[in-house]
């Protein structure tokens, strides 16, 4: 049973560009919704994170935006900067589940 | 606060023999997750346990794994008879709090164990 299904799959974005990540579950009992990020040969490290109480939430150039009626939260990133370039996972807490995540590679 | 700490970084293996690797939480963490990551299947939840439990295994395979978190001391995830296809990087994470409560916490991973089988 698949709770999180994450998309796209990978992305390319021009420097200076907007990266979005989406992020559609289906369990409504989740009421963490996290975002890792993990640089090749490191583990994920928790990089932004929102309560279903709140639609957006920003960390400098880091945005998440929650839709709870419609069950999707996804990730902006502004300005997007080559060293961004890294694996994203969308993990609702309770989930476990990271999957294959979204590789995302900003060309200079 | 010294993070999750993982142990070896790197280990070698000959097929047949025994790997066992460590990790320590958080400190304050007592909810520990092991999972291993290949390029093709991404990041695979094997293991959740707690002190001297095992909450959830169903992403553990049957045969040669099995994972304990003892009392004292870290936890260890250990695979018997290893074969080539073991060859992945192996993260454990640990958490505050357990994937039960409605409060959830983030998970803390370590940097990581690379198996290779030869």
């Known amino acids: 049973q698949q709770q999180v299904k994450q998309s796209p799959q990978s992305l390319i974005v021009q420097k200076g560009g907007i990266s979005i990540i989406n992020c559609a579950y289906e369990n409504t009992a989740f009421d963490y919704f996290p975002w890792y990020q993990q640089f090749p040969g490191k583990g994920p490290a928790l990089l932004i994170a929102i309560r279903p109480d709140v639609s957006e939430k920003k960390e400098g150039r880091f945005t998440i935006s929650f839709n709870k009626s419609a069950k999707q939260f996804s990730l902006h990133i502004m300005d997007s900067q080559p060293g961004d370039s890294a694996t994203y996972f969308c993990v609702p807490i309770t989930a476990l589940i990271f999957g294959k995540g979204t590789t995302l590679s900003v060309s200079s | 606060n010294a993070g999750v700490m993982q142990n070896p970084r790197h280990l070698v293996r000959r097929r047949g023999q025994e790997a066992r690797l460590r990790c320590s939480p958080m400190?304050?963490?007592?909810?520990v997750y092991w999972y291993r990551q290949l390029p093709e299947e991404g990041l695979k939840f094997m293991v959740y346990l707690q002190k001297e439990n095992i909450i959830d295994e169903s992403g553990m395979p049957k045969e040669r794994f099995s994972a304990e978190f003892p009392k004292e001391g870290p936890s260890i995830l250990r695979i018997q008879q290893v074969v080539r296809g073991d060859s992945a990087a192996y993260f454990c994470a640990s958490s505050q709090r357990g994937q039960v409560s409605r409060k959830g916490y983030g998970y803390t991973f370590g940097s990581g164990t690379r198996l290779t089988v030869v």
């Open positions: 400190k304050g963490h007592s909810h």
